[in-house]
Every structure is written in C-alpha cells, then in structure tokens.
C-alpha cells in the first residue's frame, strides 16, 4: 500500500505487519457491526455455520484455481440465503437448518481441496494467516468491509425495528424478508473478509463476542454497536501484538484477547452493580 | 393505489376464516369512522385475533373484503397512517435499546426506513414519549422497565408514526392501575389531539369506559355492534372481567352460545 512501511511504532513498524493491521482493523470493525443484530435474533451461530459453508467455496477455488475469497463468497451468501429462507418458512428449525450446511459445507470443502492439483491446504483459511496477508487481499477486504459498513448505515434503524419486533414491522412496510436476507448476506460477506483474518472458523468469535462484551456496558443499542466495533479493533491490536511478540498464532490470539475483554467487562459490570458476577448474570448482561 | 381521506378509516364486509374445518370467523361486518374509538370485546377464541391480524394484512379471509382508508391492507402505501400495538410485550429483558431508540423505530414508517432523523422525527418521538408520561426515562434501557411500563412504551411506538387508526390488541394485559390511567389519557390525547380512531381489543374496558364511543362484542359472529348505553339498556355493564363475557352473549344471543365456538 502506498508509503509503507508507514512510521508506526512496534510492533507495527513492518510492512507486513502494518497490512495485517489494516485488514484487521477492517474485520474488526464490520463483524461486529453484523454481530449486533445477530445476537439480538438468537442467531450467534449463523456466522458459524456460514462460516462451515465457506470451506467449500475455499475448496472450489483451490480446485479451480481462483481465488478462494471469491469463491467462498459466492459460496456462502448462496447458502446464507438458503438458511435464511429455511429460517423464514419455519418448516426447518433453526439448528437443524444449520447444521445440514455446516456438516455438508465442511465435507465439501475437504473433498474438493483433496481433488485440487495444487498442494495447498486448508488450514490458513480455516484458521487464518493474517501475517501473510498479500496487498492485492487488503484491498479486497477493505472493498468487502466498505459494503458492510454502508449497508448497515443505511439499514441499521429498520434492522433495529425488525428485532423488535418482525410482525409490527411488517404491519409498518418495513420489507422484513428483504432485511432479513440483506442481514445473512452481509454475514456471509464478513465470513469472506475475516478470512484471512481469524479463518473461517473463528470468524463468528469476531462477531459475536465483541457484541457480548459491549453490551455489558453499553446504555443504548447505538452505544453498543459503536463499542462492539471498538472492541474488535482493540481486540485485533492487542492480537496482533501478542502474536509478534511471543510468536503465537495470529487468529487465535484476537479471538482469545476478545474471550479476555468479555470476562473483563462482565467482572466491572458486576462490581459496579455490587455483587458477584456468575455465568447467567455474565451471559445475559444488565437488565 | 392513492388511500382516500374520506369514508370510514376501516371498513370490513362478510370476512370468514377458518382454520381447516374449525370456524373461527363468519360473515363479519364492522365500519370505524374518523375519530371513532371502538372496543372490540370477546371471550377467548371468539376470533378478535385472526379478525385483528385480517384487518392489518398479516392474514387473507377466505371470503369477504377489508379495506383500510379505502384500500385493501396489503396495498395500503401510507403505512404511518395505521399503528398497531402487539398483544404482549416482545422486549428481550437483555436488549441494550433505550426507550427512544424503540419509540424512534415506529416513526420509520413516517420518515422512510432508510433516512435519517428530521428535527420533526424527533419531536414527534418526544411527543409519544411525553404523551405516555415516559420522557423522563427517555435514555433508560427498555430492559429495566416494569411491564406497564414496557406496554407504555410500545403505544408510544405506535403513536410516533402519528397514526390515523390505531389498533391494540390487550395494551393492558397484566397492567397496574397507574399504567392503566396513563394508558386512557394517552388516548384521549390522540382522540382529541390527533382525530385518530382507536380500535381496541380488551378484556379491560373499565379504564376507558367512559370514553368510548362504540362496542363491538365478537364471538365468530358480530352479536353486538352500537353504543356502550345501548349494551348497558340490555343489561350488561362495561365494567367488564373476563368471566362476564360468556354470560353477556348468553343475554344477548343464546342462540350462538348453545353452540360453543
């Protein structure tokens, strides 16, 4: 990117370091955005699952030979769509839905690597390879989070009223089925763009814990979008830091900083309400 | 299709519905009027609300017709003009929303649910709020909120839009009294204010008996439909609790209670 390496102090003085950053920052900022309103619909896992499904679009690129970003993103809003129709016509439920992808997904993906003339693996899109992230996939990552962050600018008050409250929203003309889809696409998007990042695997860790670590503090569900972003770009810093320093594997240190935040704020939480903190107190929040 | 502004805000003709074999609605008839607040009363399983769920679009009858403001529901474009407050309370005790974001979310059937907050979008949000007596708890999570509380804050969600009819389904449900006082002065503000119609679905009316206009009484069939002192000339009070109701049909039309339904 132009003018790197750019004059920031350890241990972002490299420039692979300083890419890192950016896609970072950037991922760290749109999952939890998407996180939001997935953990107010009970639906923490989509990202899961989604994030299953991407690791057959990985295999058919690998196969193919394209870029797997781009196949995992047809791949999984496809199927984001698809769980999202199962979803709205309640003939499936919810976990079931999921799971018939997740297992399929991820057995798609091991059988079309194991066919691809290649000899890559799966493991850096599974669990994320953010130190050798290349230019060309910062600017793909900065382009897949610009859509996210617009999509939500724009939708993010009608999104609010459809959790809510769907059937009052419908009888308002907010277009609750389009909403509801935009909303597993966009999550599907993120699925793509984190790839690299924390891997396909831990990337619902990005969208989800940050919300959950935000909202134990928050007063508003602005202020808790706002500090869930926050959050995940704290979370990705002092990932990244921790990864050059003790040389640990990049993906999993943000996740386990965001696992670290959550427990933090959820034992100031408790404090300040003066009493002791225990696990369904720390899962549900204030209130 | 353009709603028009004169004739009655509701009207509904020979509407039936059943689910499968079991009837729940038959060849109901019922017209509100600008400004008109009607109660819409029933026993359990009378249809209030598959008939409610009719007039707003969420279902379609099996034979009849439903117009709001002169239009179909589904193709009503104006959706401001009709608000509508839910049967119970749906807010997630760990919702991190304050109680104007939830009011503010009603205004987006007036202000476009793409666009951004006018100066006019948040003062007609402030006047539900104050309409309600909740503009002082206008920055509190709707989480921490008692249940009255709660259901106060829905009809101000509803009223955001500034509706032209406003429907509810039993606002006060499990309500203490002072949300009940409350509740009624909220809309006799909207009656008097506004010129809105009310449609309102309760077991409750004592709150507003006073101030009602018209009471439909419901049990797959219209078997009342006139005055409040016409109901009482037959005998029955408003002062209604759920256990009178099958006694005030059985005044009223023995023929449907012996029946069931």
Redesign the interface.
């Not at chain 1, 419908?170 to 277009?175: F, L, Q």
């Not at chain 1, 928050?218 to 808790?224: E, I, P, Q, V």
């Not at chain 1, 549900?284 to 209130?287: K, L």
């Given at each position: 990117m132009p003018g790197m390496p750019w004059p920031l102090p350890w241990p972002f003085d490299t420039t692979y370091m300083q890419l890192a950053l950016v896609a970072g920052v950037v991922v760290g900022v749109s999952a939890p955005l998407i996180g939001t309103f997935l953990v107010?619909k009970r639906l923490s896992l989509l990202g899961d699952g989604i994030g299953h499904v991407a690791v057959a679009g990985v295999g058919a690129g690998l196969l193919l030979g394209t870029a797997p970003i781009w196949t995992s993103l047809v791949v999984a809003v496809a199927a984001a769509l698809a769980i999202e129709w199962l979803r709205a016509r309640g003939r499936t439920p919810g976990d079931l839905a999921l799971a018939i992808f997740f297992y399929g997904g991820i057995a798609a993906g091991v059988v079309l690597a194991g066919r691809s003339a290649t000899n890559t693996n799966l493991q850096p899109y599974l669990f994320g390879s953010i130190l050798t992230v290349a230019e060309n996939d910062v600017y793909t990552v900065i382009g897949l989070g610009a859509v996210i962050v617009a999509a939500i600018a724009?939708?993010r008050?009608?999104l609010?009223?459809v959790?809510?409250?769907e059937?009052?929203s419908?009888?308002?003309?907010?277009?609750v089925a389009a909403l509801n889809a935009l909303l597993a696409a966009l999550t599907a998007v993120t699925v793509a763009a984190a790839m690299r990042v924390t891997g396909v695997l831990l990337v619902a860790a990005l969208m989800v814990l940050p919300v959950a670590t935000?909202?134990v503090l928050?007063?508003?569900?602005?202020?808790?979008t706002l500090g869930a972003a926050g959050v995940g770009v704290v979370a990705v810093v002092l990932g990244l830091a921790a990864a050059r320093e003790w040389a640990l594997a990049a993906g999993g240190s943000i996740v386990l900083v965001t696992v670290a935040l959550f427990a933090a704020a959820s034992v100031a939480a408790a404090l300040r309400r003066g009493r002791t903190p225990d696990a369904g107190t720390l899962l549900?929040?204030?209130? | 299709m353009s709603p028009t502004t004169a004739g009655p805000v509701l009207s509904a003709e020979g509407v039936s519905f059943a689910f499968g074999t079991q009837s729940v609605l038959e060849q109901v008839g019922l017209q509100l009027a600008p400004g008109e607040f009607t109660a819409l009363v029933g026993p359990n399983g009378a249809g209030k609300s598959t008939l409610l769920r009719i007039v707003l679009g969420l279902l379609t009858p099996q034979a009849g017709r439903v117009q709001l403001f002169g239009v179909p529901p589904r193709r009503l474009r104006d959706r401001w003009r009709l608000g509508y407050v839910p049967q119970r309370p749906r807010l997630a005790p760990d919702l991190p929303a304050t109680v104007e974001e939830v009011v503010g979310a009603g205004r987006l059937a007036k202000q476009g649910w793409w666009r951004r907050s006018r100066p006019a979008d948040r003062a007609a949000v402030g006047h539900a709020l104050e309409s309600v007596a909740l503009d002082e708890l206008r920055d509190a999570r709707v989480g921490e909120l008692s249940g009255g509380q709660q259901q106060r804050v829905l009809i101000a969600k509803a009223l955001a839009s500034e509706p032209e009819l406003l429907i509810l389904d039993e606002p006060t449900a499990g309500v203490d009294a002072q949300s009940q006082r409350l509740f009624r002065d909220s809309l006799v503000h909207l009656l008097r204010e506004h010129g809105a119609a009310v449609l309102l679905v309760s077991h409750e009316l004592g709150a507003v008996a006073d101030d009602l206009d018209r009471v439909i009484v419901l049990r797959r069939q219209v078997l009342f439909d006139g005055k409040p002192s016409d109901l009482a000339d037959t005998g029955v009070s408003l002062g209604v609790h759920p256990d009178d109701l099958p006694r005030w049909l059985e005044e009223l039309r023995p023929d449907l209670t012996e029946n069931g339904g």
């Open positions: 107010q724009v939708t008050r009608a609010l009223a959790v809510l409250d059937e009052a419908r009888v308002a003309g907010i277009p935000s909202r928050a007063g508003s569900f602005r202020s808790t549900s929040g204030p209130g | -």
